[in-house]
């Protein structure tokens, strides 16, 4: 809602408090203005986990007869990232416009970068092969994908990528969350994704070559 409509609402909250009970729901409540956050009682719900999904999913598919793939209900529980509603709104859309729930139909839908290409990036990055990882980022570049849509999906994926070990899932994830900051910032640019690529390479090579490349 526009801050216009908010103040809208506002208004008719304070009209029919008394006869009416309002109940919002938003994924962010920063977004929610002042005057509206102070005459409710903010609950807090964190995300659900991906079998919380899962189990909610198949039900669905089952009492509407939706045709689907193990592997696809997946992709959709990756694509909603603990949202239940952007979940079931993936499954219908994928549902109507391909008839069968796979991965492929799901991250077409989701119009999202595929995890398989990521997660080929982030081995490449393990093993220190630099030129392959670089290679996977820029198909995703090439392919449209803006540098927020990619730089979120490396972060989804490397969270659930149980391979790597902690200590390097940490430098990953600290490396990721600052090349976020440079694109939220404005720098939304290939270079700054391939800078992620090479500082990710560079935790897979021994103590001395990194420092000499630092």
């Given at each position: 809602?526009?801050?216009?409509?908010q103040?809208?609402?506002?208004?008719?909250?304070?009209?029919?408090?008394?006869?009416?009970?309002?109940?919002?729901?938003c994924?962010?409540?920063?977004?929610?203005?002042?005057p509206?956050?102070?005459?409710?009682?903010?609950?807090?719900?964190?995300?659900?986990?991906?079998?919380?999904?899962?189990?909610?999913?198949?039900?669905?598919?089952?009492?509407?007869?939706?045709?689907?793939?193990?592997?696809?209900?997946?992709?959709?529980?990756?694509?909603?990232?603990?949202?239940?509603?952007?979940?079931?709104?993936?499954?219908?859309?994928?549902?109507?416009?391909?008839?069968?729930?796979?991965?492929?139909n799901?991250?077409?839908?989701?119009?999202?970068?595929?995890p398989?290409?990521?997660?080929?990036?982030?081995?490449?990055?393990?093993r220190?092969?630099?030129?392959?990882?670089?290679?996977?980022?820029?198909?995703?570049?090439?392919?449209?994908?803006?540098?927020?849509?990619?730089?979120?999906?490396?972060?989804?994926?490397?969270?659930?990528?149980?391979?790597?070990?902690?200590?390097?899932?940490?430098?990953?994830?600290?490396?990721?969350?600052?090349?976020?900051?440079?694109?939220?910032?404005?720098?939304?640019?290939?270079?700054?994704?391939?800078?992620?690529?090479?500082?990710?390479?560079?935790?897979?090579?021994?103590?001395?070559?990194?420092?000499?490349?630092?």
């Amino acid at each position: 809602m526009t801050p216009g409509a908010q103040q809208a609402l506002r208004r008719t909250m304070e009209i029919y408090s008394n006869t009416t009970r309002f109940a919002l729901a938003c994924n962010l409540s920063g977004k929610i203005i002042e005057p509206i956050q102070s005459r409710c009682a903010i609950l807090r719900y964190g995300k659900l986990q991906s079998e919380q999904v899962l189990h909610r999913l198949v039900e669905i598919c089952r009492a509407e007869d939706v045709k689907y793939t193990p592997e696809g209900l997946e992709a959709i529980a990756f694509s909603a990232d603990g949202d239940m509603r952007q979940a079931v709104n993936n499954l219908q859309s994928t549902a109507s416009g391909f008839g069968l729930i796979t991965p492929d139909n799901v991250f077409r839908v989701c119009d999202q970068p595929h995890p398989v290409i990521i997660r080929k990036m982030l081995e490449s990055c393990e093993r220190g092969e630099v030129d392959d990882a670089v290679a996977c980022i820029t198909v995703l570049w090439t392919q449209g994908y803006s540098a927020v849509d990619i730089i979120t999906s490396v972060f989804r994926v490397v969270k659930v990528y149980d391979e790597l070990d902690e200590d390097k899932k940490l430098k990953f994830i600290r490396e990721i969350g600052i090349t976020h900051m440079r694109i939220v910032d404005g720098l939304q640019t290939l270079v700054q994704l391939q800078g992620l690529v090479a500082r990710l390479c560079k935790f897979a090579l021994p103590d001395t070559a990194a420092a000499l490349l630092a």
